[in-house]
């Protein structure tokens, strides 16, 4: 059983950055894919960014070429950088792992969400 823990979520301005990280209580989560998913009020949990245990990445169409996924295997932690943030950004943000893919049912183990609100 793999537990996530995300952090580093905040009120930040349009144009910001912000960097959201998850600790992996397992020393066997080098070996899963890990995702991040962001739900906002009233809408579907969306796909963010995923990254494979050998690093191949893939992201959503609305974080393209602004959001980067991180891993570190020695340190069971995965990272979100995310810079020109925009308010359509705000969501609370989840970490997941499991297999490589875009889809929720892809990722066995969630954390409980970290909360980033974007102003205008």
């Known amino acids: 059983q793999v537990q996530l823990v995300e952090s580093g979520g905040g009120l930040v301005q349009a144009g910001d950055s912000l960097r959201l990280s998850c600790a992996a209580s397992e020393s066997t989560f080098g070996t899963y894919a890990v995702g991040w998913f962001r739900q906002a009020p009233g809408k579907e949990r969306e796909f963010v960014a995923a990254?494979?245990?050998?690093?191949?990445?893939t992201y959503g169409a609305s974080v393209q070429g602004r959001f980067s996924i991180s891993r570190n295997n020695d340190k069971n932690t995965v990272d979100l950088q995310m810079n020109s943030m925009k308010p359509e950004d705000t969501a609370v943000y989840y970490c997941?792992?499991?297999?490589?893919?875009?889809?929720?049912?892809?990722?066995?183990?969630w954390g409980q969400g970290t909360q980033v609100t974007v102003s205008s």
């Open positions: 997941a792992a499991g297999t490589f893919g875009r889809e929720q049912s892809d990722y066995h183990y």
């Open positions: 990254s494979s245990w050998r690093r191949i990445r």
